[in-house]
Structures are given as structure tokens and as C-alpha cells.
């Protein structure tokens, strides 16, 4: 039986291949995707996959499509899980299984296989999107049937001599792509004691941060960052850039109590500078540009569109159906947000945008105010109308 099986080079990862071989007696196919995680050695990777028995190791460099058809719509639509989580963990998932897809019918697979375990979202996400994709293919997912614990998993490991970076000391379960950096399980489930700050790779204590602001431009093209500083980047080196600036001024540390898909709350920690920047000026400069009408019901629609992708639901239809409206939405988001980041703080500098629908003379307190304040005073009684008749009815 061949079984593609999405490999990141990591602890468990790992132990799938064993145990693939050794429960399934499987002829494993890794695959392995650069989502923009940290120094990722595709080839080092292989490598090891090799090493441990896989017949094919495969890798690609996913960055562009990553950025292009999942971390630019959840820009559009101030993508954040629950008001907090930017669903950097999230929007990978779904790229991941397209592509253990597009492995599996090409190598005449019959099966596809994932590291996550039964009690995250993650193993929900591949799965969904995977069955929306190629729904006869099977799923094997060794972590949720040999129900290892984290230490188990480290044992097991070390019986097989997997090298692991993870040992009994740094027992946290961690994920990272370009959007950003997933830290959860150890000490981090204990409530009432703040991570430890090695935890973090990214971003840098905000009491240690610099003491000099840095202000910063991001430019806008119909929702998408396109510049900073006035100079047109590359999305990737934009997103890059970002992370270094805003992990160097502390920006982005998330810490925060989720809930998660499978029905427990849980506790985690992020670093996402660089996805805290971008939506934050984001939503500046829609704050900006869209009616008040649209700001209010886009919220209805952005909190959706984020449930369902946290939820694993990329391919439903109805978010499909949202997408389309977020795109319409994003005609007029052009223009120039200037920020300035001091030790972990988003602070507004400037605004700037040709579709800008704010307009002084009508915002003014000061002399060359054109609204018409008459018509406040019949508007209010108008408005407040059905209230009125409500109440005088009560007191009758
Ligand atoms: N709670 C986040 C999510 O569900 C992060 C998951 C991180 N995954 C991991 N294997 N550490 O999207």
C-alpha cells in the first residue's frame, strides 16, 4: 500500500513513517512544503525522511501559493479566529492537503496520512479538505490510533533513534509558516503562569524592544499590501520584512484561551508580528474607505469567514459564497496606512487613501463646517420614533 504522508521533519512526523511502515506496511511517500517556516532545509529533510525508510521524498517551495490563495483572502477578511488568532496554523492546512492530493493521484496512492493528533483542529482540516478533493482516497492518522502521549511519542522516538530536537524539556507542540508561530501543550497549559520567554523565536520582549519608535508606511492595492515605505515589495519579502521589524519591536505576541473545534478550550501562544501589521492597517484603512454599512456588516461576514476556516471548512460552499463578497468589498481599499511600532504597540500615524471617504469640512468643530445641524434635531426624533410610540404605550 503506498501512503502519502505530510512530513515536516518534526518529532511526530517522524514517528509516522516508522509506524506506518511497521502497522501498515506501508510504502510511505513524504512530502514536505516550505510555508515560509524558519530555515527550512527542504533537502535536510528529505534526507532524513530517507533515512527512516520512506521509498520517495518529495518537497516544494509553497510560499507564492500560500500567500496568493490563502493568506491573502484572510488579509481581505481580517482573518482572526475568535477576535485574536490570525489562523496561521489554519490557512496551511488546507494548501497541505491539496497538495498530498495531487501527490496521491499522481503516484497511484491509495491513501494519504497526517501527523496531527485527535485532539486539535488540525487533523479536522486535512481531513475535510482532503476528502473535498479526491473523497475516495483513504486517511490513515497514526497519532490519533497509537494515542501516544508527548512523552511516549519522545520515548518511541529514541527506541526507533529518530533524532529530535524536542526533548522532555522543551515539550511544546509548535507550528510555524509565514503567518506565523504556533506554540501550544507543556507549561503553557498551566493558566495562571506566563510562558517562558525562551518560547519565543520571533519577537522580542516588548520591555526589552528598542526605546526609538519606528514609523512605518504600508501601501495598499485593493486590499493587499503592496509597499512599505514607499518602495513596491514582493509580498513574500513584505511579509519577511514585517516579521523581522515587528519580532525586533515586540509586536505580535498572542497569548490567549481558544476553543477549539473538537469542543475543549485550550490555551495558546503565537508570534505573529508581521500578520498583526498587515491586518491592522487593513482594517485602518477600510475604516477609511468603506460606507459605515459595509464596515458593520463585514464584521458579520469576517467573523464567519474565520470560524469556518479555524473550523476546517475551506471548501464548503457558503465560504466560497463569502469570498465573493469580501472580494467585492476590497475595490476601494487603496491607499497608505503610516504606523509606528514601539515596544509591542501598533500606534496610528497617518492615513492616506484617493477613495477616502472622510471629510472635514464635514467632521469639523472648527469654522468651514458644512453639516447641517438643523437636521439633526428632526432626524433624532424620526429615528428614535418607534421607541417613542413603544414607550408611550407602556406608560399608558
Ligand atoms: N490552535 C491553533 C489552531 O488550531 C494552532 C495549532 C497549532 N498546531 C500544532 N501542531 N502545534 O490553528
Keep these: 500500500m503506498k501512503v502519502v504522508l505530510a512530513y515536516s521533519g518534526g518529532l511526530d512526523t517522524s514517528i509516522c513513517i516508522k509506524w506506518l511502515m511497521d502497522e501498515y506496511d506501508a510504502e510511505v511517500i513524504t512530502l514536505t512544503l516550505n510555508l515560509g517556516q524558519d530555515e527550512t532545509d ?14 520517495k521524498t518529495i518537497s516544494l517551495d509553497a510560499r507564492a501559493e500560500f500567500i496568493k490563495q490563502y493568506i491573502n483572502p484572510s488579509i481581505k477578511a481580517n482573518g482572526l479566529y475568535q477576535k485574536t488568532y490570525p489562523l496561521s496554523t489554519a490557512l496551511g492546512r488546507p494548501l497541505i492537503a491539496k497538495h498530498l492530493v495531487e501527490v496521491a493521484n499522481k503516484q497511484g496512492a491509495e491513501c494519504i496520512s497526517h501527523g496531527s493528533t485527535g485532539k486539535g483542529n488540525d487533523q479536522v482540516r486535512f481531513e475535510l479538505a482532503v476528502r473535498a478533493l479526491n473523497p475516495d482516497l483513504n486517511i490513515i492518522a497514526p497519532a490519533r490510533e ?6 511516549s511519542a519522545i520515548d518511541y522516538a529514541k527506541k526507533h533513534n529518530i533524532s529530535v530536537s524536542v526533548g522532555k524539556k522543551n515539550p511544546y507542540s509548535i507550528d510555524v509558516n509565514l503567518w506565523g508561530r504556533s506554540i501550544e501543550a507543556g507549561p503553557l497549559e498551566e493558566l495562571t ?19 526609538e519608535p519606528k514609523k512605518i508606511v504600508l501601501g495598499f492595492e485593493r486590499g ?5 515605505d514607499g518602495v513596491r515589495l514582493d509580498e513574500l519579502d513584505l511579509i519577511k520584512k514585517l516579521n523581522k521589524l515587528g519580532g525586533k519591536h515586540g509586536i505580535g505576541r498572542i497569548d490567549t484561551i481558544e476553543d477549539r ?10 508570534e ?6 498587515i491586518l491592522y492597517a487593513h482594517y485602518e484603512l477600510e475604516k477609511l474607505t468603506l460606507s459605515r454599512e459595509q464596515i458593520n456588516f463585514k464584521q458579520m461576514v469576517e467573523s464567519k469567514w474565520s470560524q469556518m476556516v479555524y473550523y476546517g471548512l475551506w471548501h464548503e460552499p457558503l465560504k466560497n459564497d463569502l469570498d465573493f463578497f469580501i472580494e467585492h468589498t476590497q475595490d476601494t481599499v487603496s491607499g497608505e496606512i503610516g504606523l509606528i511600532l514601539y515596544k509591542g504597540n501598533i500606534i496610528n500615524a497617518s492615513r492616506k487613501s484617493p477613495h477616502s471617504l472622510y471629510d472635514k469640512g464635514l467632521a469639523t468643530y472648527e469654522l468651514g463646517d458644512r453639516f447641517n445641524h438643523r437636521l439633526a434635531e428632526g432626524f433624532i426624533r424620526l429615528w428614535g420614533l418607534p421607541s417613542e410610540i413603544a414607550a408611550r404605550k407602556r406608560k399608558k
Design 42 to 55: 527542504l533537502k535536510k529533510i528529505e534526507e532524513k525522511a530517507k533515512k527512516l525508510g520512506a521509498v
Design 146 to 151: 497509537w494515542d501516544l502521549t508527548r512523552d
Design 193 to 211: 503562569s506566563r510562558p517562558d520567554e525562551n518560547i519565543y523565536e520571533w519577537t522580542t520582549s516588548p520591555v526589552k524592544a528598542p526605546d
Design 224 to 228: 493587499l499590501p503592496i509597499s512599505l
Design 261 to 270: 473545534l473538537v469542543g475543549i478550550k485550550s490555551r495558546e501562544i503565537y
Design 272 to 277: 505573529c508580528p508581521g500578520a498583526k501589521i
